[in-house]
């Protein structure tokens, strides 16, 4: 993912809320939400990176979720680190309880810059190898992009104001949730982070939904937990010019 907000405890309906965008090249290929039925993915619903075959975002039966950002801070990429894809399953299939330290992320130097979160409908803990420590999620809402959790990029706050005016209404259609993963508009230039990238490349990066012929958004997921236990996970992917073409709907109660 490169946008994810996630709300904990915040709306009347739902115990949990995740809306996220995945972007990348439109040349990796890519396979939509299923779930899978061979190891590390057995029991997990994801979509799955062909390239190195890890998944971004992904979800369990028993209200098990987790999800992964890339770091942008200008270092640089080590061609020859380990998938970072790898990070969701070992998070999802990892023996601590929902919400404690992720002890199956034996090594996190191995990898290129991540965030991670992964947790339950109760708790949800981030961690980031960019970062000493892991944080215990606190109630509420709480962002991620492409820098460490709740940092204040522009497209952050607009889609994490979105999602609070739309909780504070009680709203349990996701629509206005899928509308604000949906934004095109990017950020003025004096907002822009300098993350070691070009300003036009920054400019691109700045809106919720990116859309241009190398590097885009390819899919918005918006996955739900009702205080009783219905899980709902919608999953939309996008060609690149924006237009969408397909999606995944997957309902459920929670084991």
């Not at 904990?8 to 939400?33: F, I, K, M, S, T």
């Not at 801070?73 to 399953?89: F, T």
């Not at 739309?166 to 993350?195: C, Q």
Request: glycine share 10%; charged share 25%; with cysteine.
């Amino acid at each position: 993912m490169c946008l994810a907000v996630v709300a904990l405890d915040a709306h009347p309906e739902y115990a949990l809320v995740v809306a996220a965008n995945r972007d990348e090249y439109h040349a990796r290929g890519a396979a939509p939400a299923a779930w899978g039925r061979e190891p590390p993915f057995v029991g997990v619903l994801a979509g799955r990176d062909l390239a190195a075959g890890g998944t971004w975002l992904g979800v369990r039966r028993d209200g098990r979720w987790a999800l992964l950002t890339n770091v942008r801070d200008g270092l640089g990429n080590d061609p020859a680190a380990i998938s970072r894809g790898e990070l969701v399953p070992a998070a999802l299939n990892d023996a601590a309880a929902p919400g404690m330290p992720l002890y199956g992320i034996t090594d996190p130097r191995r990898y290129n810059g991540f965030n991670l979160i992964a947790g339950d409908a109760q708790a949800a803990v981030w961690m980031s190898n960019r970062s000493a420590g892991e944080r215990r999620l606190s109630s509420g809402i709480h962002g991620l992009s492409n820098a460490l959790l709740d940092t204040p990029w522009p497209k952050l706050v607009r889609t994490v104001d979105r999602l609070r005016s739309w909780a504070a209404r009680g709203d349990a259609d996701a629509a206005p949730l899928f509308a604000a993963l949906a934004d095109r508009t990017p950020a003025p230039d004096d907002a822009l982070p300098n993350t070691g990238v070009t300003r036009e490349w920054e400019r691109l990066l700045s809106s919720p939904f990116i859309v241009s012929e190398r590097y885009g958004t390819r899919c918005s997921t918006v996955f739900t937990i009702g205080r009783r236990g219905h899980a709902r996970f919608v999953e939309r992917s996008f060609a690149a010019d924006g237009t969408p073409t397909g999606e995944t709907i997957e309902e459920f109660r929670t084991q």
